[in-house]
């Protein structure tokens, strides 16, 4: 014997058998916004299930600000979950006229998801195809975050452009085994867990993500020791997915009197340590540090600063 819990029907429809899968037709327009002209239309057949329409939209010489106009004249609602307006000589989603400043401009690095954004960030979100993808609440700024730069549109830009990818790895509201894994999605072989992922969301990985940053402003959470052991959880972790990464460690929220003992800690475990000052006394002071303590422990680390503030 066993019970059957029955689903409650959508609103308005009593029964599978009244939803009615004829297509029926749906307007897409473009209206100027300053003259009211209707700059493009499209009719799409739509049926009463997820679908995704694409189309190619020719503005002739327009250019200016316009309404996107969805119209029906059936009863119902309607829900548009995703929609993006992409350049047709896009690259890989992004614009073309960037990605040859990138390259012009020569641009070494390139640092993902950024700063803060980091703390919060949930890398399997974006780990999916864009027109899937959930808006996320931005805890730091307000409002929704739309998700249109996930892990594979940041390496595709990286590759576009030439420049060498930078992870930085949400510590805070996130533990090692999800680090590890984004380690795996980025650098394993397809035939690993999270490769499989990566192979099942129709991405073939032609670079790996080789720098990796522990996290952002940690002194917002821990004590310098406290961030210390923490890095050396996450680090053994994600060496087990990719023993040839390279792990960098912030002491700029900390202090510099406080990076002997946290090398104590994590030394053995990083390849570099981050500070974001650029005063050359604090720089000597910090590579005088590091020099002793490569000395003594047969390391080779090295003093770096991912958000180098020029003066």
């Known amino acids: 014997d066993f019970a059957m819990k029955l689903i409650p029907p959508l609103e308005g429809v009593t029964s599978a058998?009244?939803?009615?899968?004829?297509?029926?037709?749906?307007?897409?327009?473009?209206?100027?916004?300053?003259?009211?002209?209707?700059?493009?239309k499209s009719i799409c057949n739509l049926k009463?299930?997820?679908?995704?329409?694409s189309m190619e939209i020719d503005p002739g010489e327009f250019f200016g600000y316009v309404t996107l106009q969805i119209s029906f004249k059936f009863e119902g609602?309607?829900?548009?979950?995703?929609?993006?307006?992409?350049?047709?000589d896009s690259i890989k989603g992004w614009r073309k006229d960037v990605v040859e400043k990138l390259i012009e401009a020569k641009v070494p690095v390139l640092r993902f998801p950024g700063g803060c954004y980091t703390t919060f960030f949930n890398w399997r979100e974006w780990a999916v195809l864009r027109n899937e993808r959930r808006a996320m609440p931005s805890f730091f700024w307000g409002g929704l975050d739309e998700n249109d730069t996930g892990i594979d549109e940041f390496l595709d830009l990286c590759e576009a452009s030439g420049a060498k990818p930078q992870i930085c790895i949400n510590m805070m509201t996130s533990n090692a085994f999800e680090a590890a894994s984004l380690v795996e999605y980025c650098n394993g072989?397809?035939?690993?867990?999270?490769?499989?992922?990566?192979?099942?969301?129709?991405?073939?990985?032609?670079?790996k993500v080789r720098f990796w940053e522990m996290d952002n402003e940690a002194a917002r959470k821990w004590s310098p020791l406290q961030y210390a052991e923490r890095v050396v959880e996450f680090a053994r972790k994600m060496r087990d997915a990719d023993p040839d990464i390279f792990i960098m460690m912030e002491y700029y929220t900390f202090g510099v009197e406080n990076l002997k003992p946290m090398l104590q800690i994590a030394g053995k475990f990083i390849d570099a340590v981050i500070h974001r000052n650029t005063d050359s006394k604090l720089i000597m002071f910090s590579n005088e540090m590091l020099n002793e303590y490569n000395k003594e422990n047969g390391t080779k680390i090295v003093f770096v600063n991912t958000e180098w503030l020029s003066e």
């Open 17 to 40: 058998s009244d939803v009615k899968y004829e297509s029926r037709e749906l307007k897409i327009e473009l209206i100027s916004e300053d003259t009211g002209k209707k700059i493009y």
């Open 48 to 53: 009463p299930v997820q679908s995704l329409f």
């Open 77 to 88: 609602s309607l829900l548009l979950s995703w929609c993006s307006l992409m350049p047709l």
């Open 189 to 207: 072989a397809d035939d690993s867990p999270m490769g499989k992922l990566r192979v099942f969301n129709g991405i073939k990985r032609n670079m």
